[in-house]
């Protein structure tokens, strides 16, 4: 069993920064690559970022490249901190960001996502003003 805890987020205005973290811990998390979704009000779930489980590959959605960048700590076998900075946020970038813990990072169709979602985390609200 692994458990995602998120922290972090909160309002910024346009051009901003933000920090989300999620704490992963459990026997297997360090076998999971880990990331972040997010979802906007009246829209789906969407694919943000991935790390894989050695942190050697780093993954983002066309939206979010080049502004924001994923990172993971496996300082301790039970215990993977990944970090998703935010840079030059804009106001379509406000959403409940969720942590997520899968088998590996691939591709739905033309786009790239989590492949086999095995554990989410609560969820943090990210709010961009304009």
């Known amino acids: 069993q692994v458990q995602l805890v998120e922290s972090g987020g909160g309002l910024v205005q346009a051009g901003g920064s933000l920090r989300v973290s999620c704490a992963a811990s459990?026997?297997?998390?360090?076998?999971?690559?880990m990331g972040w979704f997010r979802q906007a009000p009246g829209k789906e779930r969407e694919f943000v970022a991935a790390?894989?489980?050695?942190?050697?590959?780093?993954?983002?959605?066309d939206s979010v490249r080049g502004r924001f960048s994923i990172s993971r700590d496996n300082a301790k076998d039970t215990l993977n901190t990944a970090h998703l900075q935010m840079n030059s946020l804009k106001p379509e970038d406000t959403a409940v960001y969720y942590c997520?813990?899968?088998?590996?990072?691939?591709?739905?169709?033309?786009?790239?996502?989590?492949?086999?979602?095995?554990?989410w985390g609560q969820g943090t609200q990210v709010t961009v003003s304009s």
């Open positions: 459990g026997s297997t998390v360090g076998t999971y690559a």
């Open positions: 790390i894989t489980w050695s942190g050697g590959s780093t993954y983002y959605a």
């Open positions: 997520a813990a899968s088998v590996g990072v691939g591709s739905a169709g033309t786009l790239l996502t989590m492949v086999d979602v095995r554990y």
